[in-house]
């Protein structure tokens, strides 16, 4: 069964801490992708990865991260956690035929 | 700019009801998939249509692609409590970032028994 494993399901962390989500898939894909999801946002893009060490900016950047190191890992990286990216963290991969989504972090920043 | 309208937002039905749901756009897209979260959890695809105008069947679920495809709908018949969820489409655009998707926000669904 094809999968993209996330890390972590909940995380709580302290503002201004450094915070890593992890995000693993078995599937080959070529790209992968993070979102967040907030109620009456929908899912927002944060960044996506068309290949290893390729990255690109997607809707909201901004205080965000990313590394692919390998084909098969995409890390997200909140470089100081702030409390208006509590949120829950979904990391996706595959292409215009669709996605294989995580079961994603729901991370809570105090 | 909000790509894809889905419509209703919340829809609350009782179980044995029809139902059918939305997803428009002034844009045309190559594709669009349909996905169902349950809480707590990542959207997982239900379908992925290509062609204008094709149905597509899945159980008790109907979807379909409009002809110009810039739109499309999902139909449940009989509804299920196991249906509850929130549904969303997203669509390919094609071209060179074909592998980008673009979302809409989600009709929530609750059947109640």
């Known amino acids: 069964d094809v999968k993209v494993t996330q890390s972590s399901r909940y995380l709580v962390k302290r503002t201004g801490e450094k915070v890593f989500l992890e995000c693993v898939q078995d599937m080959d894909h070529e790209n992968m992708f993070w979102y967040r999801q907030d109620p009456g946002l929908g899912l927002r893009l944060i960044y996506f990865s068309y290949d290893v060490k390729m990255k690109e900016k997607g809707d909201i950047p901004e205080g965000y991260s990313v590394s692919r190191e390998k084909k098969e890992r995409f890390s997200l990286i909140l470089e100081s956690a702030s409390t208006n990216q509590t949120s829950m963290y979904l990391c996706a991969s595959g292409g215009g035929r669709g996605y294989t989504f995580g079961s994603g972090t729901r991370l809570t920043v105090v | 700019t909000q790509l894809l309208e889905q419509s209703p937002q919340f829809l609350s039905i009782q179980e044995g009801e029809n139902l059918t749901v939305y997803c428009n756009s002034s844009?045309?897209?190559?594709?669009l998939q349909w996905y169902r979260q349950e809480p707590g959890e990542g959207p997982v695809l239900l379908v992925t249509?290509?062609?204008?105008?094709e149905v597509k069947k899945l159980k008790r679920l109907t979807f379909q692609f409009g002809d110009a495809r810039k739109d499309s709908s999902l139909h449940i018949t009989a509804a299920q409590p196991g249906d509850t969820g929130l549904y969303l489409c997203a669509g390919a655009r094609g071209g060179g970032s074909n592998y980008k998707l673009t979302f809409g926000k989600g009709t929530l669904l609750t059947v109640n028994p």
């Open positions: 249509v290509v062609t204008g105008g």
């Open positions: 844009s045309v897209f190559s594709s």
